[in-house]
């Protein structure tokens, strides 16, 4: 027999949590996840390494522990009958991503990738108004539209398609925002756009997929300036496929470091693995294409930033207090050059991600173009 046990005060534990983080800063994203159950988008998931069903209309504690704890919960693999991979996301990263949406009532909000359903959700619950999201895989689609039924979500609409090419039907929309890391901006979301509407989405950026705000200016340009860290489950489809801006070696690993070679006074120590260290990283993959996150062979003593030269298959992992050369010459000279960018960065003042805007460009294949970033560019160089 399931007890079924009481999910308010998680959800508002949860709540407390990530005010305390700084991921919640206004009272609306803190109602509507206190609000919204997140419990109730789940029918199964792979937190243990295996496929494991849960009941949502009967959730016990060991659902509710899971449901409300600060963590992204894998809900489908390739393996299985969606298709690919989907995620519940964690929820300091889709409270971050609802404060940088900047939502207020009556807003049309069109999402590209639904995932669970519980984000739409939570968008509806702020705006008060019809939300639109589009879900590649149809069994996902199908599990979305029969969560939020279960959560009272009565004015979220769940699309099966390609996100690529949005949802017109419902437009304009005064916000597009995507929920997965995807290699630049479909051209079609702008035409689907309210004249001062935005698209809000994780854009791959030197091996991550932090969250670009991309606008179209009075003159006809369009451009992106990044408003928080994060990363993302990669994009199925056109989103992502025949990408140029991302490196193609994201997660590749590479040979282990030498420790002779250790370069320890390069870097600052006690920089922020969420703060600084990640202000550094995205001012290199400003000035690089060949910043990415990678890891070396056997080990997870060096996953993170990385320039990599993968046609000597040399790598110089960059952390906090030092460089981390693999052996050859090839790196000694990529380190060289980081070092160089590191004493820039430190120089302009240690500009933070938000610093930075770009332009975007055409980019990818010619048949399923994307807006991809360039001519990166700090705000007081504007």
């Given at each position: 027999m399931?007890?079924?046990v009481d ?19 206004s009272d609306?994203?803190?109602?509507a996840?206190?609000?919204v ?10 937190a243990?390494?295996?496929h494991t ?18 963590r ?8 299985d009958d ?9 929820p300091s990263?889709?409270?971050k991503?609802l ?10 909000v ?11 959700a939570?968008?509806?619950h ?13 069994l996902?689609?199908?599990e ?6 279960r959560a ?7 699309h099966?398609g ?5 949802h017109?039907?419902?437009g ?16 079609e979301?702008?035409d689907q756009?309210?004249?001062d509407g935005?698209?809000l ?5 030197g ?18 300036e990044?408003?928080?860290n994060?990363?993302f ?36 120590e006690?920089l ?5 260290y ?29 320039l990599?030269?993968a046609d000597?298959?040399a ?31 430190i ?13 975007l ?22």
């Amino acid at each position: 027999m399931t007890v079924t046990v009481d999910w308010v005060p998680m959800a508002r534990a949860l709540t407390t949590d990530l005010r305390a983080k700084g991921a919640i800063r206004s009272d609306a994203v803190a109602a509507a996840i206190e609000a919204v159950p997140r419990h109730a988008f789940l029918t199964g998931h792979y937190a243990t390494g295996q496929h494991t069903r849960v009941n949502p209309d009967q959730p016990d504690a060991e659902l509710l522990a899971l449901a409300y704890a600060d963590r992204g919960i894998m809900t489908h693999i390739p393996a299985d009958d969606a298709g690919g991979f989907s995620s519940a996301s964690q929820p300091s990263i889709v409270a971050k991503m609802l404060e940088a949406a900047e939502l207020r009532p009556g807003m049309r909000v069109l999402e590209i990738g639904a995932g669970t359903g519980w984000n739409a959700a939570l968008i509806a619950h702020i705006t008060k108004a019809d939300v639109h999201t589009v879900e590649v895989s149809s069994l996902v689609t199908i599990e979305a539209s029969a969560a939020l039924a279960r959560a009272d979500a009565s004015n979220v609409t769940v699309h099966a398609g390609d996100g690529y090419v949005g949802h017109p039907d419902g437009g304009p929309y005064d916000l597009i925002v995507v929920t997965c890391g995807i290699a630049g901006i479909a051209p079609e979301w702008l035409d689907q756009l309210a004249p001062d509407g935005a698209v809000l989405a994780p854009v791959a950026h030197g091996g991550l997929h932090p969250l670009l705000r991309v606008t179209r200016t009075a003159d006809g340009p369009v451009r992106g300036e990044l408003v928080v860290n994060a990363d993302f489950m990669n994009a199925s489809g056109p989103l992502y496929a025949g990408a140029t801006t991302s490196p193609a070696t994201r997660s590749r690993a590479f040979p282990v470091p030498d420790p002779a070679d250790a370069r320890p006074r390069a870097v600052l120590e006690g920089l922020d693995p969420r703060g600084d260290y990640v202000d550094l990283w995205m001012h290199l993959a400003a000035h690089d294409t060949r910043t990415t996150c990678a890891g070396a062979e056997g080990t997870t003593d060096y996953t993170g930033c990385a320039l990599v030269d993968a046609d000597a298959d040399a790598a110089v992992f960059v952390q906090p207090g030092g460089l981390h050369l693999t052996p050859g010459r090839a790196s000694q000279a990529l380190a060289d050059q980081v070092e160089r960018y590191v004493t820039e960065w430190i120089r302009t003042g240690r500009p933070e991600l938000t610093a930075w805007t770009c332009s975007l460009t055409q980019a990818g294949n010619a048949d399923i173009p994307l807006l991809a970033p360039a001519d990166w560019q700090l705000y007081q160089d504007n």
